[in-house]
C-alpha cells in the first residue's frame, strides 16, 4: 500500500520553510524500516531522519514526493528496475555504483563499539572482551576479522543485554545505537560510552539508472540550501542528540549530474 507522506506537517513545525512555488512534479521514493531509526514508517511521531529529511530537501525543491515503505531488498529493486524513482538511504559502493544514479548524500554512518564501561576505541581493544552484540552486516564485519564471540540479538535486544550486562559492548552504527538507547529504551545517554569510529560508510539518495540528471541537480541543490541553512543540523539533533555529524568517508563522491 503506498502512502503519501504529509509534507505540510514539516512545514507546521517550522522544520523547512515553503519555499518558492515550482512545478508539481510528483515522484516516489521507496525505503525499508529495516533502517530504523533513519526511516522507521508513516506511522511514527518521528518517522525516520531519512525520511523527514528527503521529505523537506523535495518541499525545497517545489518536487511531490510519494514515500512507500517495502522489504529492503524489494525497495531496492523497485527502484533498480523501474523507472524515475528513489530510494534512501543506499550505502554508495563499488558494488553498486553502476546500478543507481546518486543523487546526494544523505549521511555517513559510522560504526563503533558501544559499552557502559571502559571505551573501546579499536578492533584490538575489543579482542579482549567475552561477549559482543552484533547482528546482520554488523557481525559479518566482526566475523571478517576474526570475531567468533558475537551474541546475534533481535531487534533492539543487544541494547538491553549491553544495559543489563549480559554482553561486554555492542557494535553497530553510532546514530542508531544513540537513538536506540534514548529514544526507544528511555536510558540516560550519559551511560552510554561511544567509542572512536571504527568504519564509516556514505549513505546516499540513490535513483532509477532512467533518473533524469537535471532532476539531481535540481534536488542536490536543494539539500545544500537545507545545510546551509541549518535544517539538516537541527533534524539530525533531533534524532541523534549532541553526537556530532561525521563527515564524508568519500568526499570525493559526486551527485551523477
Known sequence: MFRVFPIAILLLAGIVSAGPAKAADTIR???????????????????????EYVAAVMAEAGIALEISYLPWRRAQSEVTGGSGALLFGATRTAEREASFRWVTRLITAERAFLTTGPRIDSIDAARGLARIGARSVHARLLEARGFTNLDPGVGNSSFQKLASGRVDAVYTVTVRARFVWTGELGRDIADLVIGAPIEASDIWLAASPDFDPALIERIHAASQRLIADGTYDRLHRRYFGDLAIAPPNNPALMPSF
Open 29 to 51: 521514493a521507496y525505503t525499508s524500516s529495516a533502517l530504523s531509526p533513519l526511516s522507521r514508517g508513516h506511522e511514527y511521531e518521528m518517522p525516520g531522519f531519512f525520511h
